[in-house]
């Protein structure tokens, strides 16, 4: 029986390419970056020219790169580091379908005596630009924002919230994790003030991540201990984690367009196979288009469990998602599913189907026909 992956907003293959790079770093290049002899020397050099590499790629500066352990800890830091910084202002803003790195970090701050507002969201996952502006004020900190959604695919007009942010004087951290080979990322032209990503949402490896952090902005450090990272991220770099992030993002780069239309195409025939034959499924998000990232799909179905649908898919060797990865195991409907005001929440099963480079159109009828069977099979 064949197996179909369809659940790249969680994860991807490692590219090819980016694994036949990492493989000197699992045998002969195995120095320390930080000693001093000629294998540490080796393995700095290839660090150093990574980040000038990707540094190209961004159109930014090597000095505002800064590897992490991932998109969680990139975000994590980000927040937590620029408030360490500046005590005096203890307003966030954020939506109300951000990813869990940031919810969960902004909760803690709340903890710590922090206001944060909660943007709200339209049935289709926007947020209002002119509530944004309304929630500014001369004690807000910053503004986090999820650029393209990892469960429902809404693309945020981030232009216009940079703006607003810029004309109130206010820091913008962006969480990109979602955006590399949709939306060429030209740091020259976004002026970011922070912004996150995870190699491994891209065909890169798990287990390393970006931190952009523009020139003049400082933020405390999260991990401490050793001079990695100009001494501003501690711990033994991740040499291999790194190697593979940079050849992973320069092909994602080189392919960007070619890539969006693939996934655009999948997408939108499963979307239409499907709806011809269960007219009561309902897309959550945007509509197919220039808004939504393409390939994503959240498809909700009357009378059925979302986690009993994802089994079925899954003993069919068809793997879908019933939301983000953070929380497949939690039953209850979602925090961007209750953002959206989904419609019959808690009498619909909501999945994720997220393409990848490896699905095929010819395998939409086959994948289509299973998912009603699936359904069909199993509601209530």
């Known amino acids: 029986m064949k197996k179909i992956y369809l659940d790249h907003a969680a994860t991807t293959p490692l590219n090819p390419l980016a694994y036949e790079k990492m493989k000197p770093f699992l045998s ?5 970056p930080s000693s001093v002899h000629e294998l540490g020397a ?3 050099k290839a660090i150093n020219e990574a980040r000038r590499k990707i540094s190209d790629l961004l159109n930014c500066k090597p000095s505002e790169l800064f590897f992490t ?5 990139a975000t994590n830091w980000a927040i937590l580091g620029y408030a360490d910084k ?11 379908i951000e990813h869990h790195a940031t919810l969960h970090t902004c909760q803690y701050l709340e903890k710590k005596g922090y206001k944060i507002h909660y943007l709200d969201v339209n ?3 926007f947020i209002d630009l002119k509530d944004l502006e309304n929630k500014m004020n001369s004690n807000t900190l910053m503004v986090s924002i999820i650029w393209g959604n990892n469960e429902i695919g809404t693309i945020q007009n981030i232009e216009e919230i940079q703006k607003i942010c810029r004309n109130h004087h206010v820091i913008l951290h962006v969480d990109a994790v979602q955006m590399v080979g949709i939306q060429k990322i030209d740091l020259k032209e976004l002026s970011f003030d922070l912004m996150s990503l995870s190699a491994h949402k891209f065909y890169g490896p798990k287990g390393i991540g970006l931190l952009y952090k523009k020139d003049g902005l400082v933020i405390e450090n999260l991990i401490h201990g050793g001079m990695q990272e100009k001494g501003n991220r501690s711990g033994t770099e991740n040499v291999l984690g790194i190697i593979g992030l940079v050849e ?4 994602s780069c080189k392919s960007t367009e070619t890539y969006k239309k693939h996934l655009h195409e999948l997408s939108s025939d499963l979307y239409y196979r499907l709806k011809e034959k269960l007219p009561s499924i309902r897309l959550n998000g945007p509509e197919i288009g220039s808004n939504r990232l393409p390939g994503v799909l959240s498809l909700s ?6 986690f009993d649908l994802a089994f079925a898919l899954d003993k069919e060797h068809i793997y879908v998602s019933t939301g983000s990865a953070c929380n497949a195991t ?9 953002a959206i005001d989904q419609t019959r929440i808690l009498q619909t099963g909501t999945i994720r189907i997220s393409f990848g480079i490896q699905n095929r159109l010819d395998e939409n009828e086959y994948i289509a026909q299973k998912i009603i069977d699936c359904y069909i099979q199993n509601k209530e």
């Open 123 to 125: 049935h289709e996952g």
């Open 248 to 251: 992973a993002f320069e092909q």
């Open 301 to 306: 179905f009357d009378h059925i469990r979302s």
């Open 28 to 32: 002969d290049l195995y120095g320390n």
């Open 330 to 338: 939690d039953i209850k409907p979602s925090h961007v599913l209750r």
């Open 42 to 44: 080796s393995t700095k």
């Open 69 to 73: 352990s991932g998109g969680t800890e």
């Open 86 to 96: 500046n005590p005096n202002h203890r307003e966030i803003i954020v939506s109300k």
